[in-house]
């Protein structure tokens, strides 16, 4: 399973959350057609690695950042990779 730390800045303020293969995976089989802010939220929540910054994550999915810090979060942990179709 993999695991990462990665650290968000937003303005002045840093997050830092850990990000594994399993907190990915429930992500992605939370989300719906219809649903897509509330298992973000439920991700970066989860991953937050100081539950006393909680309430300014909330905060800041509020002002309708979610599904940004969310994928930020994503293409982080993903890392960079090229993926071809060969034909």
Same mark, same amino acid.
């Given at each position: 399973?993999?695991?990462?730390?990665?650290?968000?800045? !937003?303005?002045? @303020?840093?997050?830092?959350?850990?990000?594994?293969?399993?907190?990915?995976? *429930?992500? +992605? /089989?939370?989300?719906? #057609?219809?649903?897509?802010?509330?298992?973000?939220?439920?991700?970066?929540?989860?991953?937050? !690695?100081?539950? @006393?910054?909680?309430?300014?994550?909330?905060?800041?999915?509020?002002?309708? *950042?979610? +599904? /940004?810090?969310?994928? #930020?979060?994503?293409?982080?942990?993903?890392?960079?990779?090229?993926?071809?179709?060969?034909?």
């Amino acid at each position: 399973m993999a695991e990462k730390k990665i650290t968000l800045i !937003v303005g002045k @303020e840093e997050f830092e959350f850990n990000v594994t293969t399993e907190d990915f995976n *429930l992500y +992605i /089989n939370e989300m719906k #057609l219809d649903s897509k802010v509330a298992p973000a939220k439920n991700m970066l929540r989860r991953t937050l !690695v100081n539950q @006393e910054q909680k309430s300014r994550i909330n905060e800041l999915c509020e002002r309708g *950042l979610t +599904i /940004n810090l969310a994928s #930020l979060l994503l293409d982080d942990f993903q890392g960079d990779i090229e993926i071809e179709v060969k034909k």
